[in-house]
């Protein structure tokens, strides 16, 4: 079992993503994990949260993750973050639109062994999707 604390291993976590280092964000999560999302209709295992985060970082292959703010209590860790990148491959069928995108969100990981074993994170996905042009603004 690591000593890290949930908090610090969710910004290591978040590091890996931003460095688009997959190996260590893969080594955050526990084998089993699984991975809630806004607009997914399930929960993502292991494998399918690589391929959805090798999808994303396709199509915002400079996004980074900012976190705001975060607290942790025992074993689970709460963010408020924003991510920002620019439109450059297809996402969810939509073409590359070369627009710049800033969409915030908030989430929630359990941590069991020094590992990530369960997330849950609600993010402004209509917002995203306005802004590469998929859907009209209000």
């Known amino acids: 079992m690591s000593s890290e ?4 291993l969710n910004r290591r976590w978040i590091q890996a993503f931003n460095d688009h280092d997959w190996q260590g964000e893969a080594a955050c999560r526990t084998p089993d994990y699984l991975g809630h999302l806004s607009g997914m209709p399930a929960p993502l295992d292991t494998n399918n949260w690589a391929g959805f985060m090798q999808a994303f970082t396709t199509a915002f292959p400079d996004a980074k993750i900012t976190v705001e703010d975060d607290i942790s209590e025992g074993t689970i860790v709460a963010s408020r973050w924003t991510i920002t990148g ?10 590359a639109s070369g627009r ?3 969409v915030t969100g908030v989430d929630f990981s359990r941590v069991v062994n020094g590992r990530i074993a369960e997330h849950w994170a609600q993010f402004d996905l209509m917002a995203l999707l306005q802004q590469i042009g998929a ?3 209000p």
């Open 5 to 8: 604390d949930p908090r610090s």
């Open 86 to 95: 620019t439109h450059q491959g297809e996402f969810q069928g939509v073409p």
């Open 100 to 102: 710049r995108i800033r």
């Open 135 to 137: 859907i009209p603004p």
